[in-house]
């Protein structure tokens, strides 16, 4: 199984400023099979970022995704106030399909 | 616009078996391109993939549960199903049902629903 760790799990910052939250895994993700989702509280997760960089339908071009191999991250560029929420990242090139644990993004 | 929604029980005995359906509107389930799966979320927690589905009947399932957990698909009603055997309090959670894409993202999640808390309790 594959663990994916993120880090850190909590991050404080103000709105505007520029969130880096990172997912690295336990063994290679081959073909960069790594998809970040937000998750607002009460809500269903919303997928960000597929294929390690490309933008979900819909998504705003504030976030962005890169990495390779087992080393990945997520970058928002200017936080807006909804995106003080839970990040998971996940892997779906082995099953089981694994989710890091989660970052918070908190003001 | 695809919608995922599930219904089922939302409280569950000890033991005794977890059954949730997924009923799929705004497209289709038989398509090619999709898996349909389900994840979960106990309160407070992260999430945990549990397994998903093809149109054909063909599954994928979580090791951690494989020994408990059976999925199933009506192409007919655009359901899918999952059954969760002798549960305790700790498969206490939120499920989600959601679509997995191999068309375009080769198998990340694009549509969830909006989630089922389910409570396991005498």
């Known amino acids: 199984e594959i663990v994916l760790t993120q880090s850190p799990g909590t991050l404080s910052l103000s709105p505007g400023e520029r969130a880096t939250l990172s997912c690295r895994a336990s063994?290679?993700?081959?073909?960069?099979?790594l998809a970040w989702y937000r998750q607002k509280p009460g809500q269903a997760p919303r997928l960000l970022i597929y294929?390690?960089?490309s933008r979900a339908t819909g998504i705003p071009d504030r976030f962005s995704g890169s990495g390779s191999g087992t080393d990945f991250t997520l970058t928002i560029s200017r936080l807006e106030p909804e995106d003080f929420v839970v990040y998971y990242c996940?892997?779906?090139?082995?099953?089981?399909?694994?989710f890091g644990q989660g970052t918070k993004v908190e003001i | 616009q695809l919608q995922l929604q599930e219904s089922g029980p939302g409280l569950v005995k000890p033991w005794e078996t977890l059954s949730l359906t997924c009923t799929v509107s705004?497209?289709?389930?038989?398509?090619?391109?999709?898996?349909w799966g389900w994840i979960r979320q106990p309160p407070g927690k992260g999430l945990e993939w549990i397994g998903s589905i093809y149109y054909s009947g063909s599954t994928f399932y979580n090791p951690s549960l494989q020994s408990r957990v059976t999925m199933s698909v009506d192409t007919s009603k655009k359901q899918f199903s999952l059954k969760l055997s002798s549960v305790t309090a700790a498969d206490t959670a939120v499920y989600y049902c959601?679509?997995?894409?191999?068309?375009?993202?080769?198998?990340?999640?694009?549509?969830w629903g909006q989630g089922t808390l389910v409570t396991v309790s005498s």
């Open positions: 959601a679509r997995q894409d191999y068309y375009v993202s080769s198998g990340s999640l694009d549509y």
């Open positions: 063994q290679t993700i081959s073909s960069n099979y």
């Open positions: 996940q892997q779906y090139v082995n099953s089981p399909h694994t």
């Open positions: 705004g497209g289709s389930i038989s398509s090619s391109s999709y898996y």
């Open positions: 294929g390690a960089s």
